[in-house]
Every structure is written in C-alpha cells, then in structure tokens.
C-alpha cells in the first residue's frame, strides 16, 4: 500500500486517514529540549531536497486547503551527537504523524534520528491528484542486526568516485550501515599510499586515474559518516596480493619451476621478516585513514602451489619444523598480522578460512562466513567456538540469474543454524557482496539494486517479516522511489513507475 516503509519497521501502525503534505515551505524543527547536531543540519537538506524533489515532478502545486497539514517534523534527539557511527551505535527510533497532523520523531541517537527521516521520507506519497499525503502513523523501529553491509569490490574493476557515492546513498534508502570497501585485490591497487606511494604507482590499472587518493577515501567516509554508515576497508593477504606485489620487491614469493625461478608470484612470503614490517607500516597507516574500529584481514583462498615450489620456503619450514604443512605456515603468517593489527588497536574480520584453519585469533574476532556449502553449519561451528560471525554466503549477488533472484535472498533465514541463543546472539549481521569481476561504473548500480534491498530487509526486519507475496508490491514501490531519487535500480518484473527513469 502506498506509504510503506523499506525495510519494513519493528511495528508501523497506520491508518487510511492521509494529511496533505506543505512541501514547498516544509521544514525540520527541533523539540525544545533536544539536543543539536551539524550532521542532522546536513540530513535535514538532504531530505528536504528529496521531498521537495517529489513535489517538483508532480503537477499539482499546493495550495492552504481548508483541512490539517503536515507542516514540519519534530525531531528530538534525546543524546549528544556522535561523530563516527560503529557496530555499537543505536539505531532505533519512533516516528508519528498523530491526528492532528502533527509530525514527530525521537531516538537516543544521532544514528536513529537518520533511520528515522528516511522511514519518514517514506511514509510520504503522492497522491492520484499529485499532492503529497502522509497517513496517520505510528512507527517503533529497531534493528535486527548491527552489522548489515554491502561489500563493494574496486580491484576487479576501477569504481568511480561518484557511483561510489552513489550506492552509498543507496545504502542510506535501504537502511545498510556498513559500506564494506575491498579496496584491492590481484587484480589492481587503486588506494594511494603515503607511506608506500609505489603500491598504487606499479599496481592500479592507470597510476593517475584509477586510483583513490586520500581525498577521495577522506570524501568517501565523510559522505558514508553523514549517513551513518561505517566504512571498512579490507587488505586482503597473504592470497589476492599479485598487484600489491608489484610496486613491492620481495614482498611475494617467488615461484619456481625445478631450481630456478619462472617469474610468476604467489602469497606474501610469510618467512621473512620485511613482510611484516610492511603490513604494520601501511596498516598504521589505514589505522589513520580509514575511521572505523574494524579492519577486514580477509585470508582467503590461500593457494600453496607457489610456496611448495619455493626452496627458501621449503628449507624455513624444515627449520621450523612444520615441514609439509602448509596450513600452519598460513597460520603462522596470519597470526603475525592479527597480532599487528591488534598492537595497532584495530578490530579486525576475517574470511572462514582463517579459523578453518586453526589460526589462534583475538576473542573478538569476527568471522565472515562465504562458502557457500551449508553456511548454516560453518555458522553453528564459529559461534560455537565463541567467535561473532557475519553472513555472507547467500548474498553472493555476482551470481546472476534471470528472473525474481532477490527472492532467493530474501527467505534465507540467518538464524536457522543449530546452536544456543548464546550462539544465535553471537551472528551480528549480514553483507551483500558484489564481487568486481563483471561490474564496473556502467552496471555495478542496476546490479546491486533492488536485489541488495532484499538483503537489508532480511537484516533489518524481523524474522517474521519473510513473506514473499506481501513484500513484492513494498518492493516494487521501492525500488521506485529509487528510481525517482536517481538511483538507476533495475526492475523486479514486468510493471511500471509513476515517475519512470529521467521522466
Ligand atoms: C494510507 O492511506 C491510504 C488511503 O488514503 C491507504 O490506501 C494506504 O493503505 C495507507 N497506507 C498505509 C501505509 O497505511
Ligand atoms: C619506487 O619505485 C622506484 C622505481 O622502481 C624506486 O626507484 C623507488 O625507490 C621506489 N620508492 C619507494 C618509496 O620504494
Ligand atoms: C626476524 O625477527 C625475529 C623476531 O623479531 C628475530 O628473532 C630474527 O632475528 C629476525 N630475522 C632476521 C633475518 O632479521
Ligand atoms: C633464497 O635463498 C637463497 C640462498 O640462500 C638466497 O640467495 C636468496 O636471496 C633467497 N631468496 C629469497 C627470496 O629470500
Ligand atoms: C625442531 O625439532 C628439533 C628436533 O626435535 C628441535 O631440536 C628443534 O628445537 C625444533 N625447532 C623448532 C624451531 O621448533
Ligand atoms: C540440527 O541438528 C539436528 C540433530 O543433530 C539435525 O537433525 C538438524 O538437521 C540440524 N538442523 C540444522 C539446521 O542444521
């Protein structure tokens, strides 16, 4: 029904009662007794632009018709204002327009106060006459879960700026609060480096346009901060480093066929110490760069062909005796950069495969779970060992497919794995990944949205919000406004938009 709300609240009472909207002179006051904020000063231009926006594409100019309106909404926010959202913030809010059209919204924090203006830039709609309406409401709406990110991957493909910004607007529709930056990989280094200017010199597609600089990375959790979304980088090592390598002598190991080197590279060579001394130089410095308490470690998809090839390698481990096992020698290399990241104060994620494989990691770790062969039970394993865990593995959206896949996504229940509540307590959220291979600035939007907003419902609402039929037309809807806000988010199925793309 029109004014629904995407991802749907903890509780949304409304009735068919609808007050028309003053768009034109609508306004954000605070409540005497609220605390002030200039990251709300910011919300408040930006959603006032989006209703002002609305009212702009429709015919009808308002007029003081002879019945109650929507004037202004209220905000109260009841706690000082905090600079950089993070897993622990609070995000729940209650929003009213009451019977005598008087809009209202109040959270105990900066972070609910955004939750709620989008909730409340939702519940507006236009009317058939074209004058925009708010029903009578009454929405209590919380989180499910903490962490509800999207991975975005700037290594396979070079991301513009722009559409980076402009999927983190997307983020902000839906509601996601972690903008999950893989930032590098094999394929390019586009992050500039202070300290090892090289990496990106040697290593990004094109060393002057497809790089970020400080500013731009500056830029990016500047805008991701004034919507409340938490910006986490992952360096992903000792595997998906052959461009960090480049600008990097020594860094990889050297492959060999029989005694001589062939010129290829594998994993950062864990047996030397210049590795680690150059992980905790540059991770120092994403300390600094990059605001968030967490740092994503990645340790995927480790290949040992190289090392095995390697004689350096090979005669370390006789000395270490761990001769033939390869695991333990990626264990002995991730544990060195746990403990790095730890002496700099970072918090840190990491991929499965690194408690898979018996790497000792701080109590606080949390581990990501992507393979994609019963993530249920790798879930009751990492929770069982007492480990956070965040949900990955569904929500590979590089895998396409035509029709309804975001269906798919939306009935996965992350809870559904055996263990206590302690355990189900211990899953912290979700992310939405889109890996690089196919997606560039050209489609990475279509192809992220709407079928992310399946992902952030499923995160966001409660387990009991799952049902398929009820959340197409939401969907729909929503996916609209996106449209209309200039999101270019891809249809659902065969339909139409009132205000169709660029119309
Ligand atoms: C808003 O009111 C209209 C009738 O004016 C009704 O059709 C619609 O379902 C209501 N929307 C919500 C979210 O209650
Ligand atoms: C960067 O690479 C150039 C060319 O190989 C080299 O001369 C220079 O010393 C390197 N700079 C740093 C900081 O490693
Ligand atoms: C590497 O570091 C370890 C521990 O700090 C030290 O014992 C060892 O001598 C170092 N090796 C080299 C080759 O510098
Ligand atoms: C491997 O060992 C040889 C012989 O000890 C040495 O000359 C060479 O520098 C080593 N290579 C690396 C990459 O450490
Ligand atoms: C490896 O094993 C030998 C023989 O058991 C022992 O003398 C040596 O101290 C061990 N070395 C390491 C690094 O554990
Ligand atoms: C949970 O464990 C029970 C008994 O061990 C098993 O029958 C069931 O399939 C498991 N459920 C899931 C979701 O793994």
């Known amino acids: ?18 007050f028309p909207v ?30 002002i926006n609305k009212h702009i594409q429709t015919l009808v100019t308002f007029r003081q018709l002879n019945t109650l309106t929507v004037t202004s909404l209220q905000v109260n926010l009841m706690a000082a204002c905090e600079e950089y959202p993070s897993l622990d913030m609070d995000e729940s809010y209650t929003l009213d327009v009451n019977s005598m059209a008087q809009a209202s919204l109040s959270a105990k924090s900066v972070w609910g106060v955004l939750r709620g203006l989008e909730s409340f830039s939702q519940i507006l709609w236009e009317s058939d006459s074209g004058q925009i309406v708010a029903n009578k409401t009454n929405i209590i709406d919380k989180p499910r879960y903490a962490h509800r ?5 700037t290594s396979r493909h070079y991301q513009p700026l722009d559409v980076l910004l402009e999927n983190i607007d997307g983020m902000a529709y839906n509601k996601i609060n972690v903008f999950h930056w893989h930032i590098v990989d094999d394929q390019s280094f586009p992050y500039v480096s202070t300290v090892y200017p090289n990496l990106s010199q040697m290593g990004a597609f ?26 986490v980088p992952e360096f992903d090592t000792p595997g998906h480093t052959t461009s960090m390598g480049k ?16 010129g290829n590279y594998g994993p950062i060579n864990p047996t030397v110490n210049t590795s680690y001394t150059f992980i905790k130089n540059l991770f120092t410095e994403v300390k600094s760069s990059f605001k968030d308490a967490y740092i994503h470690l990645g340790g995927d998809e480790v290949s040992f062909a190289c090392w095995q090839s390697n004689p350096n390698i090979t005669k370390w481990m006789k000395d270490n005796n761990i001769t033939g096992d390869y695991s333990k020698l990626e264990s002995v ?24 494989n018996g790497v000792k990691v701080k109590a606080d770790t949390v581990v990501e779970v992507w393979i994609n062969n019963h993530p249920d039970n790798e879930l009751a394993k990492v929770t069982g060992m007492g480990y956070r865990a965040l949900l990955a593995a569904p929500w590979y959206l590089d895998y396409i497919s035509t029709g309804e896949d975001w269906k798919r996504y939306y009935t996965y229940e992350p809870s559904n794995f055996n263990g206590t509540a302690e355990q189900k307590a211990l899953l912290i959220g979700g992310e939405a ?15 992220l949205w709407p079928r992310a907003s399946a992902v952030a419902e499923r995160l966001w609402s409660q387990e009991t919000v799952n049902d398929v039929d009820a959340a197409t037309p939401r969907l729909h809807q929503h996916r609209c406004r996106m449209v209309q806000r200039g999101i270019p988010a891809e249809p659902l199925h065969p339909g139409y938009c009132k205000h169709e793309w660029r119309n």
């Open 247 to 262: 600008g990097q002598p020594g860094l990889l190991t050297e492959c060999y066929t029989g005694c001589s080197p062939n």
């Open 22 to 51: 003053a768009v034109e002179t609508f306004v954000f006051t605070y409540a005497p007794k609220s605390f002030k904020c200039d990251l709300l000063a910011e919300a408040f231009k930006r959603y006032e632009m989006i209703i």
């Open 206 to 231: 094109n060393p002057l346009t497809h790089i970020y600089t400080p500013e731009d990375v500056a830029a990016v959790i500047e805008y991701a901060r004034l919507r409340g979304i938490r910006v």
């Open 433 to 447: 990944c889109l890996w690089g291979e196919y997606v560039d600035g050209s489609n990475v939007t279509p192809r």
């Open 333 to 356: 290399y991730i544990q060195q950069v746990l403990d790095i990241s730890a002496a700099i104060g970072y918090s840190y994620i990491v991929w499965q495969e690194v408690v898979d």
């Open 149 to 153: 990110g999207i991975l975005l991957d």
């Open 1 to 18: 029904s029109p004014g629904s709300v995407w991802p749907h609240p903890f509780s949304h009472v409304s009735t068919a009662q609808t």
